[in-house]
């Protein structure tokens, strides 16, 4: 008898550190937690996929969604056009992530980007990225005080106000502001054509996208994976993506 999965496989892209001198790839657990809590399974997704071609491919056929994680690390500038060199980079992240999301794109698969995943959905459309929110005096503080416990550093900050007719209001039920938190030092400054504008904070800095003509590719600049239970909307966020995967695992199984 074979195995039968009643739920939907999630891959969930990590992050390359060193450890001690040992190359590392890793991912908090909150991620995780977050698929596993809205009822998905998460897969993690290594680096070394980029070895030879068909290794992603074979990924990703068995998966059913695609989790573009958070990352104290940045897009190289250079991917979206502009010169400089990034002291936060992890160039072999920004290579996977980009390639995931074009196979993910062209097989309609869903995707929920965060934080960075936001930003590499956004870049691998061809929009573009402010370096650093705190040198653009429109707007307001959007990173985090680290000296302070990570339950102040992810409590709400301030508001995002739903577009209408969006992804992301269907999932709330509401275009009314919704408080999130506010962890990160660059952000959009173009989307790109492909990629429609989900939510705003009040100084107007983009915090949700989606692409276009597609079933489920949202992204939002906050950290929903934080503590989903107790944050409003997130546990929606989370669930339209395991619907969506499970959707797509479904339509798989009839192919």
Not at 81 to 92: C, I, K, Q, T
Not at 142 to 158: I, S
Not at 185 to 212: C, F, K, N, Y
């Amino acid at each position: 008898m074979g195995i039968i999965f009643d739920k939907p496989l999630i891959g969930v892209v990590m992050c390359q550190t060193n450890q001690g001198g040992h190359p590392t790839c890793s991912v908090h657990n909150k991620y995780s937690d977050a698929i596993v809590l809205a009822g998905g399974v998460p897969l993690a997704l290594p680096h070394s996929l980029l070895n030879a071609p068909h290794l992603s491919e074979n990924a990703m056929t068995v998966l059913d969604g695609l989790l573009l994680t958070g990352s104290p690390s940045n897009i190289e500038p250079w991917h979206y056009g502009e010169a400089g060199d990034e002291p936060h980079a992890d160039p072999s992240r920004d290579r996977l992530a980009f390639q995931l999301i074009t196979w993910a794109t062209s097989h309609k698969m869903p995707m929920l980007g965060i934080c960075r995943g936001m930003q590499e959905l956004v870049v691998a459309n061809g929009g573009a990225l402010w370096r650093d929110l705190s040198q653009q005096p429109a707007f307001q503080r959007h990173h985090e005080d680290e000296t302070l416990p990570l339950e102040q550093q992810y409590a709400p900050v301030h508001p995002v106000t739903p577009e209408a007719n969006g992804i992301l209001a269907s999932l709330l039920s509401s275009t009314l502001p919704l408080q999130v938190n506010s962890l990160h030092h660059q952000g959009v400054r173009e989307t790109g054509p492909q990629l429609r504008v989900e939510a705003r904070a009040p100084d107007g800095l983009i915090e949700a996208v989606s692409l276009r003509h597609h079933p489920f590719a949202l992204a939002v600049q906050w950290h929903p994976e934080w503590q989903p239970e107790q944050m409003a909307g997130s546990s929606a966020l989370f669930s339209g993506f395991i619907a969506a995967a499970t959707h797509y695992h479904k339509e798989k199984a009839d192919e």
